[in-house]
């Protein structure tokens, strides 16, 4: 698919349009509105959310179009098949393919746990936009940047793949162990033990920020900086009324521990 100069120029807006929301989605999120899901289900804003849906599909509602939405964007491009953005390509759906049909069946959910409906709603609307602004990046000329087979030797290409894969290992093994917390027909929390979970309260964000900074590097892209952007919109909010919940719950929680950057925040 060869991209007319409006159709480019669209592109670019929405890129701006995600880097200027995420400004306004973070203040929402940390000041405002906590997004009812999870252990804050009983939040004073739950009411906004909307009603409940069973939590492992509306996980698979909210991730699939960056697995297969992506996918399919990708592969309309006319530089699909050349190595480095199948590669980069490859990184993505080794994060969101899991994300998306392996995590949401791997989650040990109480019969009849829900997920409001307008949280799996807002992120799928997002999600699409998203796979737009960076698949197109990859194999769309007069989108794409140039990126040949010698951008694999490149510093920036080999810097953020590391990056990517160190995030991908902080957040794949961060959530194996929250998951591991709770036994076999178990339902409610504990406190995590163990690894970064004794620096700060919520490493599988930290690990899921390294990953999308790594891609950002890795891409050399402002599609990639407004995904950091939004993805840090959502996440550090999230992470702080995570820890706050912990401190809250749990009197014995460790008062050492940071929310999200060990040492730092």
Not at 237 to 245: D, G, I, T
């Amino acid at each position: 698919m060869n991209v007319s100069p409006v159709a480019a120029q669209w592109h670019h807006y929405l890129v701006l349009a995600y880097l200027l929301a995420s400004v306004l989605v973070f203040v929402v999120l940390q000041f405002f509105i906590k997004a009812a899901y999870g252990r804050h289900k009983g939040a004073k804003t739950a009411w906004f959310w909307g009603p409940g849906v069973p939590t492992r599909w509306a996980w698979m509602l909210m991730e699939a179009p960056s697995a297969l939405g992506f996918a399919l964007i990708y592969f309309l491009g006319a530089e699909a098949w050349n190595l480095a953005p199948l590669l980069l390509l490859a990184m993505w759906q080794a994060h969101y393919f899991q994300r998306s049909f392996i995590f949401p069946f791997r989650l040990r959910t109480k019969p009849g746990d829900t997920t409001p409906l307008l949280v799996p709603v807002l992120a799928f609307t997002t999600n699409l936009g998203v796979s737009f602004a960076n698949a197109a990046i990859l194999s769309w000329p007069g989108i794409s940047r140039p990126y040949p087979p010698s951008w694999l030797s490149d510093p920036r290409f080999l810097f953020g793949a590391a990056l990517f894969v160190a995030g991908y290992y902080i957040n794949r093994r961060a959530d194996a162990m929250l998951a591991a917390l709770r036994k076999p027909g178990e339902s409610g929390y504990k406190i995590p033990r163990g690894w970064l979970y004794e620096k700060v309260s919520c490493p599988n964000y930290l690990g899921e920020l390294m990953i999308w900074t790594g891609w950002a590097i890795a891409t050399w892209s402002l599609a990639g900086l407004s995904f950091v952007a939004w993805t840090a919109a959502n996440l550090i909010p999230r992470a702080c009324a995570n820890h706050r919940w912990y401190r809250e719950t749990f009197p014995d929680y460790p008062a050492n521990r940071k929310v999200l950057i060990p040492g730092l925040l």
